[in-house]
């Protein structure tokens, strides 16, 4: 093995101390630590300068680095001159590059407590200007669609397009699932109830009632909310990351314009025909149970489906699955507008998207049952 790198020292005057490398300094080796010179430093209090001399020196890696590092450092603190002499050229650079950002001061935080009412505080001062952030970008949603109504909204139709196939087809074998499932769900815990009154038959009611005027929507908005409205922010997010959405502006661009609203139009108009479609699922979930039992049959079953069923249940179920796209896209849209300029930021970014939509979507679900209530419908 090779002999590490050496250390010597030299004093040309009484407040210069030079210190001279020779030899490989790189690491896995015995190299000489810069405590060495600090100690020789501090016992010479009049040396107000050091000279480092690397004429000598051989192959180099890291080890050197942050032996000259350590130095450097050091004389920044203690107010001391540093000279170089004969130091390659790389080492500088990095050097340099190593002192051109210094770490911020505070960086790291120590563990703070914080008490209950400063938690409190914070949380409903985020809550007001979330609020507002969501008024404000309520607003802009509004005056885009009122300019799409007018003809003038800047957008390309291609977009719709593909969001429209992205929003609608591709998202049919999961709602297809959950909606076979929920109804079969609904039927199971309905036919134990009321068998115990020998009122079977009226499995089909329970089903159709919940599924067509409730629960489809609420389960398709919840869906859609994951898939599409996460999907939302992150796409916007990472535009924003990348600065595509500084640049449509420089344009001259509507960002609402050209990016949220095809996506509020697509869920708007698709949201409910995927609810009409999990209506249908979710009733032929029904019946496989409903008709597992000695005393129903499928006519039966789709004869008190018909019967319990009525226009105004199935008009109330699209009319909140409207609802429900609309707050799932300008959820995931606005998330996304808002989003950092980092990595970390776009995943954020999409969980609360997802979190806002879902509170959404069972807040307008609990208006819409008041105000069905009060209307007697």
Same mark, same amino acid.
């Given at each position: ?5 050496e250390?010597l020292?030299?004093q ?8 001279i490398?020779?030899g ?11 405590d ?15 000279g ?7 192959e ?12 450097w450092?050091?004389?920044?603190e203690?107010? !001391?001159? @540093? /000279?170089?002499? %004969?130091?390659?050229q790389? #080492?500088k650079? =990095?050097l340099e590059? +190593?002192?051109?950002?210094?770490e911020?001061k ?5 563990d ?5 009412l400063?938690?409190?505080?914070n949380e409903?001062?985020g809550f007001?200007r979330?609020f507002?952030?969501l008024l ?18 800047q957008?390309r139709r291609?977009?719709?397009?593909l969001?429209?196939?992205?929003c ?5 074998p999961i709602v ?6 929920v ?5 199971f815990v309905?036919? !134990?109830? @009321? /068998?115990m009154? %020998?009122?079977?038959?009226? #499995?089909?009611d =329970?089903?159709g009632? +919940?599924m067509?005027?409730?629960m ?8 859609m909310?994951?898939r599409?409205?996460g999907?939302f ?9 990348n600065?595509e959405i500084?640049a ?13 609203l ?5 869920l708007?108009l698709?949201m ?9 699922m979710?009733?032929?979930g ?11 049959s ?6 008190q489906t018909?019967?319990?069923? %009525? ?7 699209l009319?909140?699955s +409207?609802?429900?796209?609309v ?10 507008m808002q ?5 970390s ?7 609360s ?6 509170v ?7 208006i ?9 419908v």
């Amino acid at each position: 093995m090779s002999t590490p790198g050496e250390l010597l020292f030299e004093q040309p005057s009484e407040d210069t101390l030079k210190v001279i490398l020779s030899g490989p300094w790189k690491l896995g080796k015995d190299l000489p630590s810069a405590d060495v010179v600090l100690e020789k430093v501090k016992g010479a209090p009049s040396v107000r300068q050091i000279g480092i001399d690397a004429q000598g020196l051989a192959e180099w890696d890291t080890g050197l680095l942050i032996f000259l590092d350590d130095i450097w450092k050091f004389c920044g603190e203690q107010k !001391i001159g @540093l /000279k170089s002499k %004969g130091l390659p050229q790389g #080492v500088k650079n =990095l050097l340099e590059l +190593a002192a051109a950002v210094p770490e911020k001061k505070d960086a790291r935080k120590a563990d703070e407590r914080v008490s209950f009412l400063v938690l409190v505080g914070n949380e409903v001062a985020g809550f007001s200007r979330s609020f507002s952030d969501l008024l404000e970008f309520v607003g802009d949603a509004t005056v885009a669609f009122l300019k799409l109504l007018r003809g003038k909204a800047q957008y390309r139709r291609t977009d719709l397009g593909l969001i429209l196939e992205a929003c609608g087809a591709q998202a049919l074998p999961i709602v297809t699932l959950i909606s076979f499932l929920v109804g079969m769900i609904l039927a199971f815990v309905g036919a !134990i109830q @009321l /068998k115990m009154f %020998g009122a079977e038959i009226y #499995v089909a009611d =329970l089903v159709g009632i +919940a599924m067509v005027r409730l629960m489809a929507a609420i389960m398709t908005g919840i869906v859609m909310a994951g898939r599409t409205g996460g999907a939302f922010a992150a796409q916007l997010g990472t535009m924003q990351v990348n600065q595509e959405i500084d640049a449509l502006k420089t344009l001259g661009l509507s960002p609402m314009e050209f990016l949220v609203l095809p996506r509020m139009l697509a869920l708007a108009l698709m949201m409910p025909l995927l609810a009409l479609y999990a209506n249908v699922m979710g009733v032929m979930g029904g019946a496989v149970v409903a008709v597992s039992m000695p005393d129903i049959s499928l006519i039966q079953y789709y004869n008190q489906t018909t019967g319990a069923v %009525g226009l105004w249940d199935l008009g109330i179920g699209l009319f909140s699955s +409207a609802v429900f796209g609309v707050i799932v896209a300008l959820s995931g849209c606005m998330r996304g507008m808002q989003c950092g300029r980092s990595a970390s930021a776009v995943g954020d970014a999409a969980t609360s998207a997802v979190v806002t939509a879902i509170v959404g979507i069972i807040v307008a679900t609990a208006i819409i049952t008041v105000i069905t209530s009060v209307l007697g419908v």
